[in-house]
């Protein structure tokens, strides 16, 4: 029987190639035509020169200058069996049923990553992350050394080199979460580090002996928090360094056994985190060990700024003379919701932390603008990135943990029916020799501000700008009326201009005080100063912290962001001596909810105590809280209490408490 909906793939692919095969004649003709005028160098010339092994989509990549032709262009596939297992296929750009793995290669990855955990079966610990019991697979990939070595012999075959994640544990390790091997357990210290150096060597010799030698080894994965828990707790600890090191030199121990060559890296999450990396590869250093490469994790959407990842991989190559690798990272093709029915990671608010739309488009470029950060390391260290699970399709039995739904479906680089995105095309794009057009601006995101009478209006001097390949970015501002004022009650226009070319307008609405003054009890109220103090933060959960990306923040230059992957509980609070009388006590919020919130504001005064909730309901919608307390002992004191669902995530500003005359 004829498969429809391939053979609906099949036409429109055919019909898109006859279109895309016009357009090269019409834009080689033009090229022709304009290129005899050497002196006309206002025109931008677009060149295409696809290799002939690779497809050509169309899609808008910007080639990397100065990208090394061994640069690793790589996917963590580890996920790839056990979807294939239950039901998952694969389809080219024409329809054809394909393998995952041949569909990477064919658009220019050249390295594959493959964790393996030690025992993935029966599981003790299971329950304590899953909620359930489960009995046998662990699900998320069932990753143990079986898997391992079919998926290197199907990278070896397909001349793709390979890298192998040892994770250390029979489950998911990443920070907060590096359980040891149920086999381990009971053991002294020194058998524990024994055991570690023999899993390690044990499985490099069983690959070797299967001809699948690994071409780079990690030493645990995420490893922020330590490895091996309890022994391994706390990264720079006398037991965690020498557990590295036993994984260090069983590997050392192999290649020699094996007469191969295989790199050793050390992988941390939170690759936008300088002091994090300085702080762990300090204690690495003085501990002697002995490594090849630092690897880091980071999704533009959890981990900082694109200029963040770029400090730190220049600050810890420059200071460990190191290669760095991105070794996890990715972006969202679409919002919508896949056929397993569970909710996906990356939704709104990670476009707009992470500053790349949810397309096929803004996937390409947020890879492109990663790798482009990682070429341009200085000196050559910048080796390359790993897609993290490109080919973890929402087919039904395969998400995260047995019985678990998949929330990375919408990350993938193949649709919710198997097809190849034309996002793959970045892996190759990005060392074509075609020259092509700076992406140009789509939007401005416009700015509403709402003030009361008298308050000083500070306008930002960057705005969020949506550009043609689908990245928002940063951009300068210059307002047209810097002398405004809010003396007046009213709803007032700001005009100004983006980069000096693009129109924008910011709306004021200046609202009466009616009897509020404008002086706040509460010191550094809107955090202008750049630091928390005098708010002092408990040791909660919520991850609260300064931020100056001026989305996230009401007005000024500072505001708080906060975000957790847990359950949250937080709490910042001030307490001032004041004048005794009648206080307004009111902040802002912005955010996003993952359930019901019970976060509150709260004014408390001797024996008084008031609160309201605060309300987090989307992005870019301020909503504002106000309580009113009597202070009659001298004191006042205001918290912010965060009561969240695990992935909420928002923004505070201006905690204000200001006294009635």
């Known amino acids: 029987m004829v498969n429809g909906n391939k053979l609906n793939i099949f036409w429109k692919n055919i019909m898109k190639q006859i279109l895309r095969n016009s357009l090269l004649v019409m834009i080689s003709f033009w090229i022709v035509s304009c290129g ?27 080639p990397i200058d100065n990208i090394n032709e061994n640069f690793i262009k790589g996917a963590d596939i580890s996920t790839l069996i056990e ?137 645990g994965n995420e490893i922020n928090s330590g490895l091996v828990s309890p022994q391994g707790d706390n990264l720079s600890s006398e037991g965690a360094i020498n557990l590295l090191r036993q994984g260090i030199s069983a590997v050392r121990a192999a290649e020699v056994a094996a007469s191969a060559s295989a790199e050793v890296m050390i992988h941390l999450a939170e690759g936008g985190n300088n002091e994090l990396f300085t702080w762990a590869f300090d204690a690495f250093t003085e501990a ?49 919701e896949g056929p397993d029915g569970g909710n996906n990671i990356f939704s709104e608010k990670e476009v707009a932390t992470g500053g790349f739309k949810a397309t096929v488009q803004g996937q390409a470029t947020a890879m492109r603008e990663i790798m482009n950060v990682t070429a341009n390391v200085t000196n050559g260290l910048g080796r390359g ?22 929330g990375w479906k919408n990350q993938t680089m193949f649709d919710y029916e198997g097809n190849t995105l034309d996002s793959m095309d970045v892996f190759w794009k990005v060392s074509a020799t075609e020259t092509v057009a700076q992406p140009t601006i789509v939007s401005v995101d416009g700015l509403i501000f709402e003030l009361e009478q008298g308050a000083d209006l500070v306008l930002p001097t960057q705005v969020r700008v949506l550009y043609s390949d689908d990245a928002y970015r940063n951009i300068d501002v210059n307002w047209h009326e810097t002398g405004f004022t809010t003396d007046n009650v009213g709803t007032f226009t700001v005009l100004g201009s983006a980069d000096n070319s693009v129109d924008m307008t910011a709306i004021i609405n200046v609202v009466e005080t009616a ?53 949250m509980q937080q709490t910042i609070t001030q307490t001032q001596t004041v004048d005794n009388g009648i206080y307004i006590i009111t902040a802002w919020f912005m955010g996003g909810e993952a359930s019901e919130n019970a976060s509150l504001i709260k004014a408390s005064s001797g024996d008084s105590m008031v609160t309201d909730i605060a ?25 912010v209490v965060l009561n969240e669902a695990a992935g909420t995530w928002g923004n505070i500003d201006e905690v204000k408490a200001e006294l009635v005359p």
Request: charge should be negative; aromatic fraction near 14%; glycine fraction near 8%.
């Open 385 to 406: 990135i790993f897609y993290w699970e490109p080919t973890w399709l929402a087919v039904e039995g395969i998400g995260w943990a047995t019985g678990k739904s998949n």
């Open 615 to 639: 309300k987090f309901t989307g992005w870019g919608v301020w909503n504002k809280s106000t309580v009113n307390i009597e202070v009659t002992d001298g004191s006042l004191t205001i918290s």
């Open 36 to 62: 005899s005028n050497d002196s006309d160098t206002d025109k931008v010339h677009i060149k295409i020169t696809t290799p002939p092994k690779y497809h050509e989509s169309g899609l808008y990549v910007q």
């Open 288 to 336: 002697g060990l002995d490594y090849d490469i630092i690897g880091v994790s980071y999704y533009p959407y959890w981990h900082g700024s694109l200029a963040d990842l770029q400090y730190n991989l220049e600050s810890i190559s420059t200071k460990y003379n190191k290669e760095v690798i991105v070794v996890e990272t990715a972006s969202a093709f679409t919002l919508e």
């Open 83 to 219: 979807v294939e297992k239950h039901g998952g296929t694969f389809y080219d750009e024409n329809g054809n049923e394909i393998d995952a793995m041949k569909a990477l290669a064919d658009h220019g990855v050249n390295w594959i990553r493959i964790r393996i955990w030690n025992n993935p079966y029966d599981v003790s610990w299971v329950k304590d992350v899953t909620g359930y019991d489960i009995v046998g697979a662990v699900g998320g990939g069932t990753n143990d050394l079986n898997k391992a070595l079919a998926l290197a012999k199907r990278a070896k075959n397909l001349n793709l080199k390979v890298l192998l994640d040892f994770h250390y544990s029979d489950f998911w390790a990443h920070p907060g979460q590096q359980y040891i091997p149920d086999a381990w357990r009971g053991l002294s210290e020194d058998q524990v580090e024994q055991a570690l150096y023999d899993f390690t060597y044990d499985t490099l010799m069983e690959m070797n002996a299967e001809g699948v030698f690994p071409d780079m080894v990690q030493i």
């Open 515 to 567: 009897i509020i003054s404008n002086d706040s009890a509460m010191k550094n109220y809107s955090f202008e100063t750049g630091e928390i103090t005098p708010w002092l933060i408990d040791n909660g959960n919520a991850g609260l912290a300064l931020t100056e990306t001026v989305s996230d923040i009401h007005a000024g230059k500072y505001g708080l962001h906060f975000w957790s992957a847990n359950d």
